[in-house]
């Protein structure tokens, strides 16, 4: 496949058109949890620079599902985003928002805000969770079975992050860390997401196991795509051996 033929294709997945006051608007191939594309607008400013935002279409999502975005884990949240992002939060209009100073930049900042954006639909899981079935309790039952098979050191329920804002239900202490994600519902399945992508960009070593319950109540698709953002991603329903048999060896011969 020849380099051109691949920054073509790539660039057919977005699109660009006008919008009201000579702004423009960017349809990325990204999308929502509700399968609705990540859409972020570009409005030239009296100055010369470029306001580049999501419209709030991720904090709207929020606000439907009953997240208070002034509560203390949210606006952790934005914070983190503001200094490794550069992205800011337009309280007033509820919208992630980033200027761009000249025209040659306003495309990455673009694809920022629509990252941030992307990202921030996660927090719908700082939402009361419904009665969960005894799928938790099983999971730390294994887990803490490995702990005394190995006599690993093992952390259950911390923040592995800068920012504290997600926990990890398990954190194996071992030269590159293990770390489990009970995955209780698909807002769960998008923090272990966002854990390990987080790590990744700080280039922390660790590695991240998510675990369903079972693809019948987190849909195989979603499963499949964590398998990008994580480590593995694994059913525990019929498979509990499979998923201590996986958390041992990584436990015992972590990688480097």
């Not at 073509?8 to 960017?26: D, I, M």
């Not at 969960?132 to 923040?159: C, G, H, P």
């Not at 030269?175 to 960009?201: D, M």
């Not at 593995?232 to 436990?251: C, E, R, W, Y």
Request: charged letters at 25%; a negative charge; glycine letters at 2%.
């Amino acid at each position: 496949m020849k380099t051109e033929f691949l920054k073509s294709e790539l660039c057919k997945a977005f699109s660009v058109a006008e919008a009201e006051l000579n702004s423009l608007y960017v349809t990325t191939p990204f999308s929502y949890e509700d399968g609705d594309s990540v859409v972020v607008f570009v409005t030239p400013l009296k100055d010369g620079s470029y306001r580049v935002d999501d419209n709030g279409e991720a904090a709207y999502r929020l606000a439907i599902d009953g997240i208070d975005l002034d509560n203390a884990k949210p606006q952790a949240w934005l914070q983190s985003i503001r200094e490794r992002y550069g992205i800011q939060w337009d309280e007033a209009d509820e919208e992630l928002f980033v200027h761009a100073s000249s025209p040659d930049i306003v495309a990455k900042m673009a694809m920022r805000v629509a990252e941030c954006s992307v990202q921030m639909q996660a927090l719908t899981a700082l939402r009361v969770e419904r009665q969960l079935s005894s799928f938790k309790d099983d999971v730390l039952a294994v887990l803490r079975e490995i702990e005394n098979e190995t006599q690993v050191t093992v952390k259950y329920d911390i923040s592995i992050d800068p920012d504290q804002q997600f926990k990890v239900d398990a954190y194996f202490l071992t030269s590159t860390p293990v770390a489990v994600v009970i995955a209780s519902s698909v807002e769960r399945l998008l923090e272990a997401e966002l854990i390990w992508t987080n790590c990744h960009y700080r280039k922390e070593p660790l590695r991240l196991f998510a675990v369903v319950e079972d693809t019948d109540k987190i849909s195989a698709k979603q499963v499949m795509r964590a398998n990008y953002y994580t480590d593995k991603t694994v059913q525990f329903k019929n498979m509990s051996t499979a998923f201590h048999d996986l958390v041992h060896d990584a436990v015992k011969a972590p990688r480097h």
